[in-house]
């Protein structure tokens, strides 16, 4: 970590009715650059840990606005911010809203950018990747992956949702990101990517 910007707070938003979100929400592939002030509305609404509590010295059960199994939320997020051929790469803290540059191996980033341009071009658009804490959930239960999958799966869920409301472009994306994230993180696997997402402003959007 070189340094952390901390995000402002979301400005108010005018409020949306859930059922005209669920009814016009639909893929966008084409993207406008996101502003600061959008990816951190993007994420307050979608990501944010907004309750924590201290169950043992292993496990701090949270609540964000999307579910997961016991609380454990294993998954955070990388955020990479390409520019001309080259990303800042920075990891979302969930808890102080803040993101933190990561000084990681340029190469590998730019074999990941590459991975992920052959399914969607990312031209203006930022990547949103998951990364789960692999033991975050193997010290409690069987089956981890199951979960940890489950866990992404409400993610992408929530996250379009959120982007639809706020009149973003967003796209999913179906591969995880391996082996480039853990190669990437130097994790040994503890840490592995679970699948991303295309977040960015809509183009023709007033």
């Not at 924590?52 to 949270?62: F, G, N, P, Q, R």
């Not at 990479?80 to 933190?100: G, I, K, P, S």
């Not at 658009?125 to 992956?145: D, E, G, L, M, R």
Request: with cysteine.
């Amino acid at each position: 970590v070189t340094d952390i910007q901390y995000l402002p707070h979301p400005a108010t938003h005018q409020p949306v009715d859930l059922f005209d979100v669920l009814r016009r929400r639909v893929t966008r592939r084409e993207f406008g650059p996101l502003p600061i002030e959008d990816l951190s509305s993007f994420l307050w609404y979608s990501l944010k840990s907004f309750h924590a509590h201290k169950i043992d010295e292993s496990h701090t059960w949270l609540h964000k606005p999307v579910p997961s199994g016991g609380g454990r939320h294993p998954i955070d997020q990388l955020i990479f911010r390409v520019q001309d051929d080259r990303a800042d790469v920075l990891l979302y803290d969930h808890v102080a809203h803040a993101l933190a540059r990561l000084k990681l191996t340029d190469g590998i980033c730019g074999e990941f950018v590459a991975a992920v341009n052959e399914i969607v071009k990312v031209e203006s658009a930022t990547i949103v990747w998951n990364i789960a804490q692999v033991n975050k959930v193997t010290a409690v239960y069987k089956h981890a992956s199951s979960l940890i999958y489950r866990d992404e799966g409400a993610i992408q869920a929530t996250c379009g949702l959120v982007a639809e409301s706020l009149d973003l472009s967003f796209c999913t994306l179906g591969i995880s990101g391996e082996p480039y994230i853990s190669k990437m993180l130097d994790s040994d696997r503890k840490i592995v990517g679970v699948g991303g997402m295309l977040v960015g402003s809509r183009l023709g959007a007033n």
